[in-house]
């Protein structure tokens, strides 16, 4: 589905689209090569819904892209935060219900790549923690698991980096 500047399907005429190159991300297509071009993809073409914005700011992480993930984040919910609800709605700037688990995505793009907390293995019987910080200076987590909770806190200072991990039965 490359076609030397975006994947898209053949039969496909409308511009480029940010969910399309994310879920090629995820799929493990795209190569290093192809990074700048998906990158700019990911923050130009923004056509992603609550639930599929996920996948493209969670791609921009995935190719290494922090300060872009980021921004992305910040610009998709930056209505909805204003808002100062609870939870967020079913569409961008509070539409629809609020009865959708969907909507949270960037929490979970925040401890998964922020924070860094990804399984490895179900169950987290293995994980990573790796945090992506960019202008995110501090951050807390607990990442719940049948094990019992894993928490982060990392600092992402000036001179330094700190980074503090409590694994469950450890």
Known sequence: FWNGQEYRSQTYTGPADDRGQALAVYAGLVSPDKYPQIRDILL???????YMVKYSIEALYMM???????QRMKE????????DDPTFSENWNGGGSKNHGWSGG?????SGYAAGVRPLEAGY???IVAPQMDSIQNISAGIPTVKGL???KANNATEQFDLSVNVPGS
């Open 64 to 70: 290494g892209y922090t300060a872009e993930a980021e």
């Open 44 to 50: 130009n073409n923004q056509f992603a819904s609550p």
């Open 106 to 110: 960037g929490l979970i793009s925040l």
């Open 150 to 152: 894993i928490e982060v």
């Open 125 to 127: 019987d293995k994980f």
């Open 76 to 83: 998709s919910y930056a209505n909805d935060v204003a808002l």
